[in-house]
């Protein structure tokens, strides 16, 4: 299993950024992939998932508006994108995997850090004033 992030960098505020996360090594469909960040001192938390199968998308409310999740079935990717980034939005970002729930689970449920059973490395996120 890997999760290989990339397109962090330093990013004035304002600007956006897209974030990927590459899955490989198991079967797309059957997980959520979901964004955390953590900014230094600070927790992880939970940003936004998608479904593998069918793109369902969920969203911390903190982000609705700002952040757009998306995948690429067939490349196994999914995308981060932030628009309006603020310096607060400094962090390192990760995805995670966690099987997905027959049905429609909801954000509260993939908010939860421990159900993730694999993480990426991180991409770090910059953004200067």
């Known amino acids: 299993v890997q999760l290989v992030e990339s397109g962090g960098g330093l990013v004035q505020a304002g600007g956006s950024l897209r974030l990927s996360c590459a899955a490989s090594?198991?079967?797309?469909?059957?997980?959520?992939l979901a964004w955390f960040r953590q900014a230094p001192g600070k927790e992880r938390e939970g940003l936004s998932a998608?479904?593998?199968?069918?793109?369902?998308?969920y969203y911390a409310d903190s982000v609705k508006g700002r952040f757009t999740i998306s995948r690429d079935y067939a490349k196994k990717t999914v995308y981060l994108q932030i628009h309006n980034l603020k310096v607060e939005d400094t962090a390192i970002y990760y995805c995670?995997?966690?099987?997905?729930?027959?049905?429609?689970?909801?954000?509260?449920?993939?908010?939860?850090?421990?159900?993730?059973?694999?993480w990426g490395q991180g991409t770090e996120v910059t953004v200067s004033a």
């Open positions: 995670a995997r966690t099987p997905a729930l027959p049905g429609n689970a909801q954000w509260h449920y993939y908010q939860i850090l421990r159900i993730y059973d694999s």
């Open positions: 090594g198991f079967t797309f469909g059957d997980y959520v």
């Open positions: 998608i479904r593998g199968d069918d793109g369902t998308s």
